[in-house]
């Protein structure tokens, strides 16, 4: 496989109790790319994602992410992901909630302090900040969930539903983000 491409996927399978999830996939990105899977429910885009973030092993086939495998460290520490339901810490404020997914990542703090705040100003949270996450609406915990995802500055970003919950506004917010991601 390429090291040149940050996913690369040649025939992957998941198999669960019998039932074949996915057949054959084949995937290559390169840097700097924006892909989407797009399909109707139950048609396995979530299930390939969590493939190639290792959350699921296929049974046959290989997958390479930035140049290794995501049960490295070192990979893992270099991707962001924000699943369809992000868990989030409802007691805790935006802030707090940051603070605590950049702590996995050993960010000096001074540094995470200023991720934070950039990362709220993004997704256009600065406002509430101080505000614990059980009154956010829907789409202002999607966004808190997308700033989770890039805390760590990461080289590469999985996004499952980003736009759920968004109004016009947030959507077109989150698409200007993934553009400017995708430049840097």
Known sequence: MSTKNIIDIKDVCVEINGDELLHSINLHLKPHSAFGFLGPNGAGKTTTMKTILGLLTPSSGSISVLGGTTRDKSVRSRIGFMPENTYLYKYLTAEEFLHFNGSFFQIEKGELANRITSLLEKVGLTHARKKRLSTFSK??????????????????????EPMSGLDPIGRKMVKDLIIELKSQ
């Open 139 to 160: 789409g202002m915990l999607q966004r808190v969930g997308l700033a989770q995802a890039l805390i760590n500055n990461p080289e590469l970003v999985f996004l499952d």
